[in-house]
RNA sequence: GGUCCGUUAGCUCAGCUGGAUAGAGCGCUGCCCUCCGAAGGCAGAGGCCAGAGGUUCGAAUCCUCUACGGACCGCCA
């Protein structure tokens, strides 16, 4: 055990492209084995290594670490499995930091690490701020681009979700290396802000004293109440009695910029800001939309058509009609789209796509849509579009969150737009503030449905798992509290951790040393729900670590009148804090300090 | 009729992009508190990974078909 500190201090990162990432290191040191391997004709030269994996075992019994790097190669190298195996074992036992390597079942190679290994991840955690970053991304420009609901009304649950996912995705991205763009597309071009209008209008009427009936087609949420009023205070009695044409586009302007403004604040409580706020509406007029269309047009992509009826329901009123056709089947699409409607006027794809084109000339690397599970069927021919219009040059990725389904104490609880009794993000935050509607929103991946129960959300048990990541990091705070050492990160980075190398605290540590992998598993997947079942994980292994002291008191964090131990035990969890605190932080929910 | 998503323990869900004996929480069963630390802890039972083929050293994971559930399906947004 004396490998601890100094094998640490001896330098140990030789190999390594990240010195702190575990598991990047040990690849490159199967990596330069192999090369050794191939240097002295044990293995044939230029084999495809690119199968090959380094990560720990399902099974932690088999060890620390293992590779399939033997039975990846047995193939092409033409030689048996457990005969590469065997070579490779000897080369990797010479490093200091492989204490075992053995070949097990049909060609695994199994590794155990060296206790120092764990020490170095504790101690990297420590002093190293951006302990988990990655460089993965190379500073690439992303754009991730979410909510974007109609300005219409204020935010509902729905629309949370893809809030809260996006957000999280974008600042995994972030963390993993990315230059990453927010962006918000503001449907403010459609009939839909006329809808929006002409029920403003109805607001302001009623504002001045009239009996409005709000008939089917116009919004008659209460929200709109405020905005009649306000727009009265600002033109008086202007419009009263007059037709449409003296008021839509003015009172369109003023009533979206009143719902984007309430969209924001909307946001603002979950904590999301936007880079970037994009108007669809900007488009029209501008020639983009025409520049978009033409561009396909000059790849032969555009043409003028007629389509087949849809199979199964038909539309009662269909009738065969020419219109401008995108052909997004060339790029996988099943038919293909309408950009202008038989009259002439731009259909909603038509924007989508100038603002898409606008996104890949603003030169994003790669594009990311967090959408709604209804616009499903809008994947293909958005994808089309953008693989067309860069060449296939900028990847579009498209997220779909699938429903969110209410509960309050176990009820199904219905909502109705039509009644006026849908859930809006508001009434969420309200009830169960920010962190708890954020993290909750990420403990199901994105496309699997979501159960969001008011009343178990913030229920203070081990069964709640946003209490239970948060309890560990506030747990952890309050040993800091009660330490009597010194438990500042650099005077505890120094700590002699051999003293605290229990089985159950190696464990701690090395579920840390994962910690780098996951972040880049997550980003590469644009998966930020691993990271929730990460720090899900990680609290566990605390809490676990926490409850053996009950039994085991050379367990627990602080050793009266050893302040080494003390120190080492506090070093280790301090890491494990530092950890939550960033993975919540990705999450975008603040560490508690305690719990109330 | 088509497209997309889903199907893993009684329930709710993970499963690291093809690895070894498939995991967690709840629920169930059985033990354990004069404790800095029971808003619990430990242990156990519980599985044909929807089904059938295929790909290969190896499949819950990839491909094809089937079944069931959900979302969507000219000019609406």
């Not at 080369?91 to 170095?120: C, H, Q, S, Y």
């Not at 204020?154 to 993993?176: Q, W």
């Not at 025409?290 to 009662?316: M, N, S, W």
């Amino acid at each position: 055990m004396t490998l601890w500190s100094g094998v640490i201090h001896g330098g140990f990162k030789p190999h390594g492209t990240d010195p702190m990432n575990v598991f990047a290191d040990i690849r490159t040191l199967v990596m330069s084995c192999l090369d050794t391997l191939e240097a002295a004709g044990t293995l044939p030269g230029g084999l495809n290594r690119s199968a090959i994996t380094v990560e720990p075992p399902r099974d932690a019994a088999h060890g620390d670490m293992a590779t399939n790097a033997a039975m990846v190669l047995a193939k092409p190298a033409k030689m048996n499995p457990r005969a590469i195996a065997e070579s490779l074992a000897v080369e990797l036992a010479k490093d200091d930091r492989i204490t075992v390597a053995e070949v097990a079942g049909p060609g695994f190679l199994n590794m155990r690490l060296a206790d120092g290994v764990w020490a170095g991840v504790v101690k990297a955690a420590l002093t190293d701020p951006g302990y988990g970053r990655s460089t993965l991304g190379q500073n690439k420009k992303m754009m991730v681009e979410y909510v974007s609901a109609n300005p219409t009304g204020p935010l509902h649950v729905g629309h949370t979700r893809g809030a809260v996912f996006g957000d999280a995705l974008a600042s995994l991205l972030d963390y993993a290396g990315y230059d990453v763009t927010r962006e918000y597309y503001i449907n403010d071009g459609g009939a839909q802000v006329d809808v929006l209008a002409r029920s403003v209008y109805l607001r302001y009427l009623e504002a001045h004293g009239q009996e409005v009936a709000f008939e089917d087609g116009t919004y008659p949420g209460d929200y709109l109440i405020p905005v009649g009023e306000a727009l009265k205070d600002k033109v008086g009695d202007a419009y009263v009695g007059k037709g449409e044409q003296f008021w839509l586009e003015d009172v369109r302007d003023y009533a979206t910029e009143a719902m984007m403004d309430m969209i924001r604040d909307d946001l603002a409580s979950l904590g999301i800001r936007m880079d970037n706020f994009y108007s669809e509406k900007g488009l029209y007029g501008s020639g983009r939309i025409e520049d978009a269309i033409q561009t396909l047009d000059q790849k032969g992509l555009i043409y003028r058509g007629t389509l087949e009826p849809p199979k199964g329901k038909l539309p009662e009123d269909w009738e065969p009609r020419e219109q401008t056709l995108f052909k997004s089947t060339e790029y996988g699409d099943d038919v293909d789209r309408p950009v202008q409607k038989s009259d002439g006027a731009w259909t909603y794809f038509a924007p989508d796509i100038a603002y898409h084109y606008d996104k890949v000339e603003r030169g994003f690397d790669a594009l990311i849509d967090v959408f709604g599970a209804d616009h499903g069927g809008y994947v293909k021919r958005m994808k089309a579009a953008v693989a067309a219009l860069s060449d296939e040059k900028v990847p579009l990725d498209i997220k779909l969150t699938q429903l969110v389904k209410l509960y309050k104490n176990g009820e199904p609880f219905k909502m109705s737009k039509r009644a006026g009794t849908f859930v809006t993000l508001r009434d969420v935050v309200d009830q169960v503030g920010s962190d708890v509607t954020r993290f909750h929103m990420l403990t199901r991946k994105n496309d699997a449905p979501l159960d969001f129960d008011f009343d178990k959300v913030t229920e203070q048990s081990k069964d709640n798992p946003v209490f239970y990541v948060q309890y560990a990091h506030a747990r952890i705070n309050s040993v800091l509290r009660k330490a009597e050492v010194p438990v500042d990160d650099a005077t505890l980075a120094g700590a002699d951790l051999s003293l605290a190398a229990h089985e159950a605290e190696l464990k701690v540590a090395k579920t840390l040393a994962e910690w780098p992998r996951l972040v880049e598993i997550a980003a590469k997947g644009h998966e930020p729900h691993r990271i929730a079942f990460y720090l899900y994980d990680l609290a566990s292994d605390f809490h676990g670590l926490w409850n053996r002291g009950n039994d085991d008191t050379s367990l627990r964090f602080l050793q009266e009148g050893d302040k080494a131990t003390t120190q080492a035990k506090i070093a280790l969890i301090r890491a494990v804090q530092v950890v939550l605190a960033s993975g919540l932080g990705i999450l975008g929910v603040t560490p508690a300090e305690e719990m109330r």
